[in-house]
């Protein structure tokens, strides 16, 4: 049972919009940045959002981040098959003193 | 550019140890935090254990707590995690990565190396 709680799965047509929900409490998301990873299948994961809606350097505008109350939200639009692969929120929990995720959400571009 | 390079999975029974080596370049250990995280087999990611920039701060996961050590080597440039009294649940394919800015975000990650815990 993760700390976090994602969507199992979500999907969508290509060339179409979806949004991964994150939810958690105040211990985490609700004082703490929330941070969104790109796991492509047997790579390791990449970080696409960090501090609730920055982009790396490299990270296209296709990907956003939002944050509200104790939830968060992944943007990804323009959707590409080669866009399928699990997606998973990240935060620091001050209550634990550790990082926490969530269980992570597999996308699947129909 | 930064990279990192993990060594030392393999086989190991229960109870057993085992010390994972993360090799990092294109930035200094004592200027960035460093993270273990793990992912078993077809499961998601597990945060393992954390190491401040200066070395003064570790927390860990409650999993492994008492039996993990993260610790450094900044002359070498290199992150370590010893595992000792392993489990079969520890079977995983372990990741590090650098912090960003303290801020207790993973960002450059390396490949991983996969440690299995059988008998």
């Known amino acids: 049972q993760s700390v976090l709680t994602q969507p199992p799965s979500v999907s969508a047509a290509p060339g179409q919009k979806v949004t991964i929900s994150c939810s958690g409490s105040?211990?985490?998301?609700?004082?703490?940045?929330v941070s969104w990873y790109q796991q492509l299948p047997g790579t390791a994961p990449k970080l696409l959002i960090y501090?609730?809606?920055k982009r790396p350097s490299g990270i296209p505008d296709q990907f956003s981040g939002s944050k509200s109350g104790t939830s968060a939200t992944l943007g990804i639009t323009g959707l590409q098959t080669g866009d399928e692969a699990d997606y998973y929120c990240?935060?620091?929990?001050?209550?634990?003193?550790?990082?926490?995720f969530g269980g992570g959400t597999k996308l699947t571009v129909l | 550019q930064v990279q990192l390079v993990e060594s030392g999975g393999g086989v190991v029974q229960p109870g057993g140890s085992l010390r994972l080596s993360c090799a990092a370049f294109?930035?200094?250990?004592?200027?960035?935090?460093m993270h273990w995280v793990r992912q078993a087999p077809g499961k998601g990611l597990e945060w393992v254990a954390f190491?401040?920039?200066?070395?003064?701060?570790?927390y860990y996961a409650d999993s492994v707590r008492g039996r993990f050590t993260i610790s450094r080597d900044t002359s070498k440039n290199t992150l370590y995690l010893q595992m000792n009294s392993l489990r079969t649940e520890d079977t995983a394919v372990y990741y590090c990565?650098?912090?960003?800015?303290?801020?207790?975000?993973?960002?450059?990650w390396g490949q991983g190396t996969l440690v299995t815990v059988s008998s």
């Open positions: 990240g935060t620091w929990d001050s209550s634990l003193t550790a990082v926490v």
């Open positions: 294109g930035f200094t250990l004592s200027s960035d935090g």
């Open positions: 990565a650098k912090d960003r800015g303290g801020t207790g975000t993973p960002d450059y």
């Open positions: 501090e609730n809606n």
């Open positions: 105040s211990s985490n998301i609700g004082n703490n940045y």
């Open positions: 190491i401040s920039y200066d070395g003064n701060n570790e």
